[in-house]
């Protein structure tokens, strides 16, 4: 069912992934479509809430040129993840899906689990605003929701913006004005 999506996908993974190394944490891994972008100096914790999702990202754990280890976890809550440890949190439409009053819970993970300094790296939809393309979202925006469970309306950026010990360094779109990428850092303090 993603096969059209992950064609467009597949051109932009490598490219937002070819700086991210050291510990990193991806939440939301899914079935582990990002892993084999991860370069081989990458020590990769893996987290989904979905143990059969769990069970394919196993099998494309052990195609790839990296360590990975898979959990299943909470983003929300990260139980089983040590505090201030890693140097990236990556996350590929985890926050779209997820319900609004949980997104600053997993926000508030992140600062927890990431050492002073440590980057981010966010990809989300959202509403886009050419009113073609727009019109186009509000058609297939039941099916989306009901499918997926994604919105574009979660207003990420927003909630990584207020919260005072995260910094955005950037954002871009990585296709049109909807896949917008999000990377910022933790602050020392």
Known sequence: ???YWERQYRVFRPQVLSNVSGNVLEAGVG??????????????????????MLKIANIRARKASCDISLLQNDATQLSK???????????????????DELQDLAINQIVRVLRPGGKF?????????????LKRQKLFKP???????ARFDRQTLR???????????KTFFVKADV???????????
Request: aromatic letters at 16%.
């Open 1 to 3: 069912m993603d096969y």
């Open 31 to 52: 079935t582990g479509r990002n892993f084999c972008h991860y370069s081989p100096a990458t020590n990769l914790t893996g987290i989904d809430l979905c143990s059969n």
């Open 179 to 189: 896949y917008l990428m999000i990377e910022g850092m933790k602050g020392n303090a």
């Open 81 to 99: 993840i040590p505090s201030n440890h890693y140097d990236w949190y990556v996350s590929f439409f985890m926050f779209c899906v997820m319900p």
């Open 159 to 169: 909630r990584f913006q207020e919260n005072e010990h995260l910094k955005i360094e």
């Open 143 to 149: 099916f989306v929701e009901k499918v997926y469970g």
């Open 121 to 133: 790296l966010i990809l989300e939809m959202i509403y886009s605003k050419d009113e073609k393309l």
